[in-house]
């Protein structure tokens, strides 16, 4: 299997000399193609500071990181925005959808900035949301359009560059509990019918039961991993519990 | 400690007050130029004599300058709100650490001070400075020679300017002082949030409010290009009709636009253009307002700068026309003009040697109602017509060879008439009309006993007494041996002084005009080339001035309006743009969308205006026709150069501080 993320060494420094917080202390992991992979950390912990790393929104200051055979740490100015928008697609918690456009031109936008052909781009976005079941809102404004429409809206912008690996943000966070399932079957079907490579991080146990692997940070250090393997959701789900439970009281609470 | 910390608010959002800056800073600079030129030594050369014309101007331009420092007051008000406004956070946090609203209120008067004192020293530099290319314009405007350069500083003007600006400073002070007090903490703390609505337009109705803006704009267009029917209530109505007409424009421009840019796919999609479409279209709703506004204002800066510059090239353009020699002397007694001249003890020898002396003849046997009678002619009956008609005015005429020998002095066509034919000489537009229409159809004149046809079908251009506008209605020429020498009138003599410099030239202009106000009970009339400049030079000098000055301060209003709007929209662009970077756009495809977004709301009001002003002009030409003939090209090409200085100068910064903005995490 291809190694599509590769994390090794990675530390991350905030501050100065006087004062010096370690967001990202020495963390290593890789992800597999076609695996959907969770993160999981109390706030606080550096999962958001590990996200923005590779996402090559934030730097790190030691440390590697490769995506698909390239030291992303390495990269700059434009050569970074050409990496997010052809190796990456993104989901944020707020959807980010940009409110001036029509879902339909939201998606469209991130081939546009590839330079797609127009004409393809119109054949693709069709596509797409049809297997994410919005065709229907595709000429809507984000504005009237209900949560799980706009985040499966902002996964649809996410994969239909068909990036190496698609990274996302506490999605459901600000989803009802019927949309959220909703959005995880989508990301479900990603993964499994599309190939999609997922990496997601979120502080909830029942959002992260739907991955196939769970990485969960402590301190900015890799503490505890759990694989999937041939249990079912609900199996899984308890373990997960049991090792928030080991991690202490601050995860507790989002229960 | 305060004032500390005006000034390190000032230096930290220096870039912030660029704006700011340039418009406090443009403002006071041409304050100071307008407000200096009487102390000009350009001024000097648009005449020696007449220094009540240049009062008169100087007067003129203390009155606009009133009223431009209103504007700028408005103006600078508004600007400055715009900054207190996107501080409001910033007061807030002082507030919740304990600070009250009159220390903050001293900060803020601290930086108004600041800023006034600096932009004051920047402007009156910039101002004394630009004073001096002015002076250059203004000797090139009016095709006078400066003897030697000199540097002038007005000490009036300098304390004037600062008069002025430091109460519109004090009425600043006061305001700030006031819109704080009016806030609360929440307020001021919860600025930085506001819930966003975006209304979207139905875009059907789009397309419809917009043919229609279309057609009704059209036909305005339609209605000043005719202007012959347009009463002055009409006038109101087309300026009310252009109004609302722009209004829906911009209104349902974007609207418009979105739905055929949708229609082609290729280029919607392409790049960012659908993004840049929408940004534009989703501001229009707040925008809308303040472009039609902006549109209408820029509209009137061409118009006031192209026309007002335009009058005064065609009025320069016709007065050296209208002077070919340096001086006429009429004698309406009856006698010989050099005669006359000689017996008041007149050097004749100051003049050159080929001066022309002519005489005008009349009787009553010929006129206004004898050569405007339309009997057993097929003429129209004009407005004007009927006015004359029943004149007894007596006509003037002139011998055959008198007018050739004069024709060819001034550099004029020369006439040519048979013994029963007669020539008309006119350069006044409106009798001019009157006239041909009778020649053409074939309006005979009788004179002792006899009949005289007419020798052309059309007024010959030319006139005989120099005048600073087109004024001779009619001259008629007969042979020689035609014309009765019991009709003598008054006689007249055109000459050049015997000299080789324009200095020379003034000295004998002096000389000569010793003679003028003594003899006029004599009947001794002269006008000198110098004179009729200096008179006509200087009021259209006034108006030109006055143009430029509104002209300018109307264009930095705009210019500065429209860069504030944009500014503060800018924060809810920092969102959008910092979206498309985290989607990994390329920073040359989002400074190009930024830039084209600026651009469109900088250059659509610019250009609905510059399609206004063009018909506006061809009705400035049309009203203003017995003015003469308006020449826009070079006029148009001098308000194009400072209107691109200064509005893409406002444009620049715009661009670059948004920049600044929505790279800013």
New interface residues.
């Given amino acids: 299997m291809h190694t599509v993320l590769e994390v090794a060494n990675v530390e991350k420094y905030y501050g100065n000399k006087g004062s010096l917080t370690k967001a990202l202390d020495k963390i290593s992991f890789e992800v597999q193609e076609g695996e959907f992979v969770g993160i999981m950390g109390a706030s606080g912990s550096g999962k958001t500071t590990l996200l923005n790393c590779i996402?090559t929104?934030d730097r790190v200051t030691s440390g590697k990181i490769i995506v698909n055979d390239m030291d992303i740490t390495r990269l700059r100015?434009?050569h970074?925005?050409?990496?997010?928008?052809?190796e990456?697609g993104?989901i944020f918690q707020e959807f980010?959808l940009?409110?001036?456009?029509t879902a339909y031109?939201n998606i469209?936008?991130?081939?546009?900035?590839q330079?797609v052909k127009?004409?393809k781009?119109?054949e693709k976005v069709e596509k797409t949301a049809k297997e994410l079941d919005i065709s229907s809102v595709l000429h809507k404004?984000p504005?009237e359009m209900s949560g799980g429409q706009k985040q499966r809206v902002a996964c649809a912008?996410a994969i239909i560059t068909q990036p190496q690996l698609v990274l996302a943000d506490e999605p459901t966070g600000a989803l009802d509990s019927k949309s959220a399932r909703m959005l995880l079957e989508s990301f479900q079907y990603m993964n499994q019918k599309l190939g999609a490579t997922l990496l997601m991080v979120t502080h909830d146990a029942f959002t992260a039961s739907y991955a196939d692997r769970i990485l969960f940070i402590k301190d900015g250090k890799l503490f505890n991993e759990l694989h999937r393997g041939e249990d079912s959701r609900k199996e899984f789900f308890g373990r997960i519990i049991e090792v928030v439970t080991l991690l202490g009281g601050e995860l507790n609470d989002v229960l | 400690m305060f004032f500390r910390l005006s000034l390190k608010n000032m230096k930290k959002s220096f870039k912030d007050y660029a704006i700011y800056f340039l418009t406090l800073i443009l403002g006071v600079a041409i304050f100071y130029i307008f407000n200096s030129l009487d102390s000009q030594q350009a001024m000097s050369v648009m005449g020696n004599s007449t220094y009540e014309i240049i009062d008169f101007m100087i007067q003129m331009l203390g009155g606009v300058s009133v009223f431009v420092s209103f504007i700028l007051g408005f103006l600078i008000v508004y600007a400055n709100n715009f900054l207190i406004k996107r501080r409001n956070k910033e007061f807030g946090i002082y507030m919740t650490l304990g600070m009250g609203k009159m220390q903050i209120s001293r900060i803020l008067l601290g930086e108004t001070f600041l800023i006034g004192l600096l932009s004051l020293a920047v402007g009156l530099l910039i101002g004394i400075f630009g004073a001096q290319f002015m002076s250059l314009l203004v000797v090139r405007m009016f095709n006078g020679v400066m003897d030697g350069y000199q540097f002038v500083f007005s000490g009036d003007a300098f304390w004037k300017t600062i008069l002025y600006f430091g109460i519109m400073f004090l009425i600043v002070a006061v305001f700030n002082v006031i819109s704080l007090s009016r806030y609360t903490l929440s307020e001021l703390l919860a600025a930085g949030r506001k819930n966003e609505k975006i209304g979207m337009k139905n875009p059907i109705r789009c397309v419809v409010v917009f043919l229609l803006a279309v057609a009704d704009l059209a036909y305005q267009y339609y209605q000043v290009s005719h202007p012959e029917e347009i009463t002055t209530s009409g006038i109101l109505v087309i300026i009310l009709a252009g109004c609302v007409g722009t209004f829906l424009f911009f209104w349902s421009l974007s609207g418009f636009l979105l739905q055929i840019f949708q229609k082609s796919r290729k280029y919607y999609l392409r790049d960012l253009n659908a993004f840049i479409l929408r940004q534009i279209h989703s501001k229009v709703n707040t925008m809308v307002f303040s472009m039609t506004l902006i549109c209408l204002m820029l509209f009137l800066t061409i118009c006031v700068l192209g026309g007002g510059l335009g009058i005064n090239f065609s009025f320069q353009k016709m007065l050296r026309e209208l002077t070919p020699v340096d001086v006429n002397f009429t004698d309406i007694s009856g006698a010989e003009a050099s005669t006359k001249l000689k017996e008041k003890g007149f050097d004749m020898s100051l003049l050159e040697d080929g001066y022309v002396e002519v005489s005008f003849y009349n009787t009553p046997e010929l006129t206004l109602k004898d050569t405007l009678d339309r009997t057993g002619l097929d003429v129209d009956i004009s407005g004007l017509a009927v006015n004359l008609e029943g004149n007894e005015i007596q006509e003037t005429i002139m011998k055959e060879s008198e007018y050739n020998r004069l024709a060819a002095l001034y550099g004029m066509e020369p006439v040519e008439v048979e013994e029963d034919t007669y020539a008309i000489v006119s350069d006044y537009e409106v009798t001019e009309e009157l006239r041909n229409q009778l020649l053409k159809a074939g309006k005979t004149i009788s004179l002792n006993g006899k009949t005289y046809e007419p020798a052309y079908e059309n007024c010959v251009y030319g006139f005989v007494e120099m005048m600073a506008n087109h004024g001779n209605t009619g001259i008629f020429i007969l042979a020689d041996d035609q014309v009765r020498e019991e009709w003598r009138g008054s006689s007249f003599l055109a000459g050049d002084y015997r000299a080789d410099t324009q200095k020379e030239k003034e000295q004998i202009d002096q000389e000569v005009m010793k003679y003028d106000v003594t003899n006029m009970s004599d009947g001794l009339l002269i006008n000198t080339k110098i004179d009729i400049i200096a008179v006509s030079g200087g009021l259209s000098a006034s108006v030109t001035f006055v143009s430029i000055y509104l002209g300018i301060i109307f264009l930095i209003c705009s210019a500065a309006i429209l860069a504030l709007k944009e500014l503060s929209e800018s924060s809810d662009n920092k969102e959008r743009y910092a979206m498309l970077r985290k989607l990994g756009t390329d920073e040359k495809m989002i400074n190009q969308a930024l830039f084209r977004q600026i651009g469109i709301f900088f250059f659509i009001p610019l250009l609905l205006a510059a399609v206004h002003s063009v018909f506006g002009m061809i009705f400035i030409k049309i009203a203003l026709q017995s003015l003469g003939r308006i020449d826009y090209f070079s006029s148009v090409l001098a308000a194009a150069v400072i209107f691109i200085l200064i509005y893409g100068a406002y444009f620049l910064l715009t661009y670059f501080g948004s920049k600044r903005i929505i790279r800013n995490p």
């Fill in positions: 996402s929104i100015g434009n970074l925005n050409r990496f997010r928008r052809e990456l993104f980010n940009l409110d001036t456009l031109e469209a936008l991130a081939l546009s900035i330079r127009p004409e781009i119109a404004y504005y912008r």
